[in-house]
């Protein structure tokens, strides 16, 4: 990580973007620039709680991605800076996978998700980035739904025909459908669509959008949906069904899930997503820390990045982020009841043999919004109004391959690399 001199007597700038100053004749520090921990309380809590037992001095600024990419660019541009350790979402980091270096070393020792740093090599044979801290979207079931699971299943490893019979055994030995979905107009249906069923059933997220595997996950959302209860078009946080046992079963962002998790710890359990036959999908909200070839002192910044790996820093990052580790952890008995059950899901889901991480759309711009929406639109149609499957995707299909093409956008994990646009076949 580099080293950078700062006169005791100079300030740091507070303008967001604005550049640390080399000066000379003072102890060394190491500055990490990030787009993470960005408001005034995390960045505060990372400087006093998290980084104070690093074993080279530290300093932590957090900037937007607009000003963090400006001052981290130019830097590059004159092969020279201050910057010693980039921290920043797996997006971010894609932008200038040339321009970090071999980082394996700061790793060594830290039991990190396989998948995670399989990102991390960002489609090539050297660890640009490693893995720093994460967030997901889970399952959480009520204890009573248990009992219904179908023979032989296990909750911690669960395929999608297993989700299914367990919908079904639910509804039919209850009176009711009790396994609910955040399909509500502010409901995170589109990131299940695009990290969970399409890397499970296509091992992609848009080239395969029409295949023969996203005509099968389709089928199977079909399924499931009729032992869905049907005001989960209303659910847009499934913390609340299922407090009031509206649902037994869930899938929701762990966030929104953490007030059933803390109201009745007792009452719940949260386990991985299920897989489908290209592996277990999950959308992970990945940060990662990488060194710029422009370091001043690459060994000091892989001290730095190996401190922040350590279990004791990671649960420190997941205090001061809500963010949680990407290294094998403990969770304390002391932390809310939601960190601890939702962390062991999380750490599962990750680690599963069979992962098979589908990433945040990367490079869309303003057109997010519209790609969030070919999903919902299929979804609508196929699911709910029960229109042919094939012949909504095929139609979709077109819409989101404008919208990639406008964007100019390459593909993400799943979908292999591409030259331009991400194709869809």
Not at 73 to 93: P, S, T, W
Not at 112 to 141: C, E, H
């Amino acid at each position: 990580m580099a080293f950078f001199k700062v006169k005791s007597q100079l300030a740091m700038m507070a303008v967001a973007g604005s550049f640390m100053v080399p000066a000379t004749g003072q102890a060394q520090s190491v500055l990490i620039w990030s787009t993470q921990a960005s408001p005034a309380k995390e960045t505060q809590a990372m400087r006093d709680e998290v980084l104070k037992g690093s074993p080279v001095a530290v300093e932590f600024l957090s900037n937007q991605e607009g000003p963090f990419l400006t001052r981290l660019n130019a830097e590059l541009q004159a092969g020279k800076g201050a910057i010693g350790v980039i921290g920043a979402l797996h997006g971010q980091l894609t932008s200038n996978a040339d321009s970090w270096v071999d980082i394996s070393g700061a790793a060594k020792g830290a039991n990190l998700s396989p998948a995670f740093m399989k990102l991390g090599k960002l489609n090539g044979d050297t660890q640009r980035y490693v893995p720093w801290m994460q967030a997901t979207y889970i399952m959480a079931a009520n204890k009573k739904a248990l009992p219904y699971l179908p023979s032989g299943a296990d909750i911690n490893k669960l395929s999608y025909d297993q989700l299914v019979a367990w919908a079904k055994n639910m509804a039919e030995k209850t009176g009711g459908p009790k396994f609910g979905f955040p399909a509500g107009p502010q409901g995170l249906k589109h990131r299940f669509f695009q990290g969970y069923l399409y890397p499970s059933y296509a091992d992609s997220s848009v080239t395969e959008f029409r295949s023969a595997g996203a005509v099968k996950g389709w089928e199977m959302m079909k399924e499931l949906w009729k032992y869905t209860n049907p005001a989960s078009t209303t659910y847009n946080f499934m913390q609340e069904p299922l407090l009031a046992e509206q649902v037994w079963v869930a899938f929701d962002h762990t966030a929104r899930l953490a007030d059933a998790f803390n109201g009745k710890p007792n009452d719940f359990v949260a386990f991985p997503a299920p897989a489908g036959p290209t592996g277990r999908g999950f959308m992970p909200v990945l940060a990662g820390l990488a060194i710029p070839k422009t370091a001043p002192d690459r060994a000091a910044a892989e001290k730095v990045v190996a401190y922040l790996l350590q279990p004791s820093v990671q649960l420190a990052t997941l205090k001061a982020t809500n963010f949680f580790p990407t290294a094998d952890v403990a969770i304390p008995k002391d932390f809310p009841p939601s960190v601890a059950i939702s962390a062991a899901a999380v750490k599962m889901q990750a680690g599963s043999a069979d992962a098979n991480p589908g990433l945040l759309p990367v490079g869309l711009g303003a057109l997010g919004g519209k790609f969030n929406q070919v999903y919902v639109d299929s979804f609508e149609r196929i699911v709910l109004a029960g229109q042919p499957i094939k012949a909504v995707l095929d139609e979709q299909a077109g819409a989101l391959r404008a919208i990639m093409q406008e964007a100019k956008a390459p593909c993400w994990e799943p979908d292999r690399p591409s030259n331009g646009a991400c194709p869809v076949k």
